[in-house]
């Protein structure tokens, strides 16, 4: 009981972060310089460091340098910011290769705090996630500016798009009906419900994005929910409302407009090595691999937590006859929107605007009014979670933090292959997207492993595929992904309860991806 006590718990986070500060930093041996006069500000200090720039990093502009003689008080960082500012060279940037920065290891302290405020929930998780640019400005991880911007980010606004269209949606009558189909197919059973509309929504993320999948599922479950008398919290409540998320997410890989980290490693892997995934290509080397995760995920929850069989749904013997003028409205506009989302490749229009344009048609039409939206939707997840994830993920690349991470990880797989390095490069993904946006994480992880796969002679498009497969997986953490945060807006599950099934996911959703990677891309000739 003492450990429950939310005073407890926040007092134990504080601590936490507080040891993590306390820890020894690594200085580390390799630092880059950056601007017009590297040239000038290597000359001072090429006494205690060799050069040991590449190609790829004299074409960035920028020198790469290593200590002679490291732990010395003239092998760090501070000694080459100091020869510059003694040499007065402007705009010469200095950052860590293999170490970790004081900003950085600041970023490691709000981190782990915030993990354990974010699983055990002393405090509700929207004012956790609005602490995320409090405790980054204090800290000086961020400027007030880098801190809160990512809060009205265009991913936030279009993750409002897909709530409010999943609004429309219910409002319209249309949640009922596709509720009533999926009864008449699936009788009163709980388990065989949950596992048509998760496995259908699921499959279909590859194709719409996985957080409005995710919305429509929810709005549907929910009433037929409440009429069979199922409690939040209980096994039942955690099967229905998890299964749906893990299921979205796991099929938004399927496709490049399931999932904005699918776009991301796409047009990474375009701008660093002028190689491109088309639209075909991802679904070709990427939809087998949803297909089977699909299923696998939601027998997983089900496992886990096991629904009650005494539930029953309630039946439904009339027919929904055709569909209304209002139903016709509401799907003509969101089928507009979304036929804008999946041609933006061709109007190049951002997805939050075209998301915003057709909001303005539902109300327009007289499908929603304002108060529609005021009341329904979930601000507190829409702006403060989903905003609260992307800035923690900016500030761990801007503080150095993830380059850091990369340098641990990456020297234990390099030399062994690509099926090694796609591993590790797989297991890397799902493990830092669950501290922050998988967009994010597939940014700031691809620019670092691009080069190490053209080291090793691998194609640099298996690892933008393995990454915006593998992030995917954010299954540990409510802010991984916004499937994740739409659920738990509902509060049917703790974050906890999330966090138990993500354990056993996880691991058996890599195991799947590595093997179609194995076996479909070898017969692809991709490998």
Known sequence: MFLKNKGVQLVFAICLGIIVLLLPRPE???FTITGAERDTAFQSISQHFTDISTERDIAKGTIKVEAKNPGGPECSADFIKKRVAELNLAEIEVNYEDGLSPRAHRFLAVLVLLIFLFVAEPIPLEITAICIAVFLVIMQVATVKEAWAPYMHPVVVFIMCCLIFAISLDKAGITVRLGKFIVKKAGTSVTKFTFIIAMGLGISSAFMHDAAACAIGIVTMLPLMRAAGIEPHTKTAKFMMLSLPF?????????????????????????????????????????????????????????????????????????????????????????????????????????????????????????????????????????????????????????????????????????????????????????????????????????????????????????????????SFAMLLVIGCPPNAIAYSYRQFKAVDLTRVGLVATPILLAILIAVAAVWWKILGLV
């Not at 027998?299 to 139903?327: A, C, H, M, W």
């Not at 539902?362 to 601000?379: A, P, R, S």
Request: proline share 5%.
């Open 28 to 30: 580390g041996t390799k």
């Open 247 to 471: 299921a979205c997410s796991c099929g938004g890989m399927g496709s490049l407009v399931g999932g904005g980290r699918c776009m991301v490693a796409a047009a990474f892997l375009k701008e660093f090595t002028g190689l491109e995934i088309t639209f075909f290509d991802w679904i070709m080397y990427c939809f087998p691999a949803a297909l089977l995760c699909v299923p696998v995920v939601v027998l997983i929850v089900y496992f886990v937590y096991r629904p009650n069989p005494k539930y029953k749904l309630p039946q439904f013997d009339e027919d929904s006859g055709p569909l209304t003028p209002l139903e016709k409205k509401t799907l003509i506009i969101i089928g507009i929107s979304f036929a804008f989302w999946l041609t933006k490749g061709f109007h190049g229009i951002h997805y939050s605007v075209t998301g915003m344009l057709g909001v303005a048609a539902l109300i327009l039409t007289g499908v929603l009014k304002w108060e529609d939206i005021h009341k329904d939707l979930e601000w507190g997840t829409a702006l403060f979670i989903f905003g609260g994830g992307i800035s923690l993920g900016l500030a761990m690349g801007y503080s150095g933090a993830a380059t850091y991470f990369a340098s641990l990880f990456f020297p234990y797989i390099q030399g062994g292959g690509w099926l090694l390095l796609f591993a590790g490069v797989g297991i890397f993904g799902a493990l830092v997207t669950n501290a922050m946006a998988n967009v994010a994480a597939a940014a700031l992880i691809l620019p670092i492993v691009i080069p190490m796969a053209e080291l090793e002679g691998v194609d640099p498009t298996v690892l933008a595929l393995c990454l915006g497969t593998a992030t």
